[in-house]
């Protein structure tokens, strides 16, 4: 009997095995029969079945599955069975057992399954943090991390693992429980899990201009803002920047990263703003000895190192300088004033608004909105959670906080997961789909009636913000919704109209923008996307207006403008 057995690819981890003899009572010596049998369990009969389960299983996959228990029984002759031939049955039995468990599917109980050992690790980190790991049959291995606090029993789990910290976190699908490990953790536990996360990030300083625009486009969704928080703070901008560039080159990430957080300690400790900018402007000459007078006049400490990043990352430039401290050292949810500008990875979202009012969004909205305790907040929080659906699940712990999608959907407050889920689950998503379909025949409905599991899987936020779970009719009317949009917006892409939102979105909507918002319109320069040539022949870099933005124009310029 086997229990708590662990396969991955063709390899078996028996965690106990347990045998049960049953023998004639006249049968001489009989535990001289146990050892024997026991000696051929350890060693043939799990050589055996090891080798077996290679030809009954895919060896390049990388799935682990647990099976709590496999029960078998079988007779051998206690007086002349042949240990070769026992052990080959024995082994072919347990194997068949496995395949048998495997075949039928995981079970959610007594059969489980992860995609891989970085998902099985995730799943414990994350229900150490919960502190309801113990109470599961299926971490066995990590029985010795028990006795330590929670904090160091993770960073123990994800150092001692062979993959990089990153990619077991980034394997945590929701970003409330990613959010909660990282409550858990210690700063010093965080900084060891951050330097070996970091170990092959070559730390070449002249790369690190690249991934300070970056870090600067996501800051304000994926930061705490708080001087106690540098390593988790580091760790937060890790997941989300190998959320969103998973293949480039990490040169100088680390560098970028520790610099930036770094900085943003240094210009809370000013207490000034006029410091600040004064510091800045000679950080980004190069001025070390007038940096550090200043740093002295406000009791600040002093680090020529941060001198010579900001002057890099400035290339000398004293405005981006004090763009740069502007992004970093802002409270989050502060609403976009009057000229202010700032980076986004998320600008092109703008590119969709001719799409929502294309088709009645607006009207749509409205109705959804109407069974809502206040419904023109509800408003506004919807058409942001439709954005973040188009933009795709992928990106959703990023573009749920992004400044650039608050400001498109007019969402001139920052809500809680709380409130939006309030407002999701009061919202009636079946007023909204009969709106966008009223007067329309059936052959021109905007609105598609199926979704393929790729586009289901694209458009879903359920599964990074649980709070946000709407009901399972409800999900699939708001994700229809939100495939209309980006389709709508496909249409007037020649050539593009059958493809697939993510394609969409890295070809036309991903990079590098910027957004100033002025009085009486909004100034979006967009990315320069993969197929920007197609926007400029489509005619996208254009202005236009938008119903929920009354009175204010939406400029849409091109990256060279």
Same mark, same amino acid.
């Given at each position: 009997?086997?229990?708590?057995?662990?396969?991955?690819?063709?390899?078996?981890?028996?965690?106990?095995?347990?045998?049960?003899?049953?023998?004639?009572?006249? /049968?001489?010596?009989?535990?001289?029969?146990?050892?024997?049998?026991?000696?051929?369990?350890?060693?043939?009969?799990?050589?055996?079945?090891?080798?077996?389960?290679?030809?009954?299983?895919?060896?390049?996959?990388?799935?682990?599955?647990?099976?709590? #228990?496999?029960?078998?029984?079988?007779?051998?002759?206690?007086?002349?069975?042949?240990?070769?031939?026992?052990?080959?049955?024995?082994?072919?039995?347990?194997?068949?057992?496995?395949?048998?468990?495997i075949g039928r599917g995981a079970?959610?109980?007594?059969? /489980?399954?992860?995609?891989?050992?970085?998902?099985?690790?995730?799943?414990?980190?994350?229900?150490?943090?919960?502190?309801?790991?113990?109470?599961?049959?299926?971490?066995? #291995?990590?029985?010795? /991390?028990?006795?330590?606090?929670?904090?160091?029993?993770?960073?123990?789990?994800?150092?001692?693992?062979?993959?990089?910290?990153?990619?077991?976190?980034?394997?945590?699908?929701?970003?409330?429980?990613?959010?909660?490990?990282?409550?858990?953790?210690?700063?010093?536990?965080? #900084?060891?899990?951050?330097?070996?996360?970091?170990?092959?990030?070559?730390?070449?300083?002249?790369?690190?201009?690249?991934?300070?625009?970056? %870090?600067?486009?996501?800051?304000?969704?994926?930061?705490?803002?708080?001087?106690?928080?540098?390593?988790?703070?580091?760790?937060? /901008?890790?997941?989300?920047?190998?959320?969103?560039?998973?293949?480039?080159?990490?040169?100088?990430?680390?560098?970028?990263?520790?610099?930036?957080?770094?900085?943003?300690?240094?210009?809370?400790?000013?207490?000034?703003?006029?410091?600040?900018?004064?510091?800045?402007?000679?950080?980004?000459?190069?001025?070390?000895?007038?940096?550090?007078?200043?740093?002295?006049?406000?009791?600040?400490?002093?680090?020529?190192?941060?001198?010579?990043?900001?002057?890099?990352?400035?290339?000398?430039?004293?405005?981006?300088?004090?763009?740069?401290?502007?992004?970093?050292?802002?409270?989050?949810?502060?609403?976009?004033?009057?000229? #202010?500008?700032?980076?986004?990875?998320?600008?092109?979202?703008?590119?969709?608004?001719?799409?929502?009012?294309?088709?009645?969004?607006?009207?749509?909205?409205?109705?959804?909105?109407?069974?809502?305790?206040?419904?023109?907040?509800?408003?506004?929080?919807?058409?942001?959670?439709?954005?973040?659906?188009?933009?795709?699940?992928?990106?959703?712990?990023?573009?749920?906080?992004?400044?650039?999608?608050?400001?498109?959907?007019?969402?001139?407050?920052?809500?809680? %997961?709380?409130?939006?889920?309030?407002?999701?689950?009061?919202?009636?998503?079946?007023?909204a789909l009969r709106m966008l379909?009223?007067?329309?025949?059936?052959?021109?409905?905007?609105?598609?009636?199926?979704?393929?599991?790729?586009?289901?899987?694209?458009?879903?936020?359920?599964?990074?913000?649980?709070?946000?779970?709407?009901?399972?009719?409800?999900d699939i009317i708001w994700s229809?919704?939100?495939?209309?949009?980006?389709?709508?917006?496909?249409?007037?892409?020649?050539?593009?109209?059958?493809?697939?939102?993510?394609?969409?979105?890295?070809?036309?909507?991903?990079?590098?923008?910027?957004?100033?918002?002025?009085?009486?319109?909004?100034?979006?320069?967009?990315?320069?996307?993969?197929?920007?040539?197609?926007?400029?022949?489509?005619?996208?870099?254009?202005?236009?207006?938008?119903?929920?933005?009354?009175?204010?124009?939406?400029?849409?310029?091109?990256?060279?403008?």
């Open positions: 009997m086997s229990e708590a057995s662990n396969q991955s690819g063709s390899s078996l981890q028996i965690d106990r095995w347990r045998n049960l003899y049953c023998v004639p009572s006249d /049968l001489p010596r009989p535990e001289e029969v146990q050892h024997r049998l026991d000696r051929l369990v350890e060693g043939e009969v799990v050589q055996n079945c090891t080798r077996y389960l290679e030809q009954l299983l895919d060896d390049s996959d990388p799935s682990i599955w647990l099976i709590r #228990e496999i029960a078998l029984d079988f007779a051998v002759d206690a007086n002349a069975f042949e240990a070769q031939r026992t052990a080959a049955i024995w082994a072919d039995q347990l194997a068949r057992g496995v395949r048998e468990a079970n959610g109980s007594s059969v /489980l399954r992860f995609a891989n050992r970085a998902e099985y690790v995730a799943q414990w980190v994350s229900d150490a943090a919960a502190g309801c790991a113990g109470e599961k049959w299926y971490y066995g #291995e990590f029985l010795s /991390l028990s006795v330590l606090p929670v904090s160091a029993a993770i960073a123990e789990a994800l150092l001692r693992e062979q993959q990089s910290p990153a990619e077991i976190l980034l394997a945590i699908p929701s970003h409330s429980k990613r959010e909660a490990i990282l409550a858990a953790l210690t700063e010093r536990d965080a #900084e060891r899990i951050w330097r070996r996360a970091m170990e092959a990030s070559p730390r070449r300083e002249q790369w690190s201009r690249n991934w300070v625009s970056k %870090l600067l486009a996501i800051w304000r969704g994926a930061v705490t803002g708080r001087a106690d928080q540098h390593y988790r703070d580091a760790l937060r /901008l890790l997941a989300a920047v190998k959320k969103e560039w998973e293949r480039e080159d990490a040169t100088g990430l680390e560098t970028a990263i520790d610099a930036l957080i770094e900085f943003r300690q240094m210009a809370q400790s000013f207490h000034s703003p006029d410091a600040i900018r004064r510091w800045l402007r000679a950080a980004a000459r190069g001025d070390k000895a007038s940096c550090e007078a200043i740093a002295m006049e406000y009791s600040v400490p002093h680090r020529d190192a941060l001198v010579e990043f900001v002057a890099m990352a400035s290339d000398g430039d004293c405005a981006w300088a004090e763009f740069v401290a502007q992004t970093i050292t802002g409270r989050d949810g502060v609403p976009i004033q009057a000229g #202010e500008s700032f980076l986004t990875e998320l600008g092109g979202v703008f590119l969709l608004g001719p799409a929502f009012e294309r088709i009645r969004l607006h009207d749509a909205i409205a109705a959804a909105a109407g069974s809502c305790e206040e419904p023109r907040r509800a408003e506004s929080v919807l058409r942001h959670l439709l954005a973040v659906r188009c933009i795709g699940r992928g990106r959703a712990s990023m573009s749920i906080s992004d400044p650039a999608m608050r400001a498109f959907a007019n969402l001139d407050f920052v809500p809680s %997961l709380a409130e939006m889920a309030g407002i999701l689950h009061a919202a009636d998503a079946g007023a379909q009223a007067e329309r025949p059936e052959d021109e409905s905007l609105v598609p009636e199926d979704l393929s599991q790729e586009e289901r899987k694209y458009l879903s936020i359920g599964d990074v913000f649980p709070e946000l779970a709407a009901d399972s009719d409800a229809r919704i939100a495939l209309a949009i980006v389709r709508q917006f496909a249409r007037q892409l020649t050539g593009f109209a059958q493809s697939s939102p993510e394609y969409i979105f890295r070809n036309f909507l991903a990079g590098t923008g910027s957004v100033r918002r002025a009085a009486d319109r909004i100034e979006v320069r967009l990315p320069q996307s993969p197929l920007e040539v197609v926007l400029r022949i489509s005619g996208a870099y254009r202005s236009y207006t938008l119903p929920w933005h009354p009175g204010v124009e939406i400029w849409l310029r091109a990256p060279s403008d």
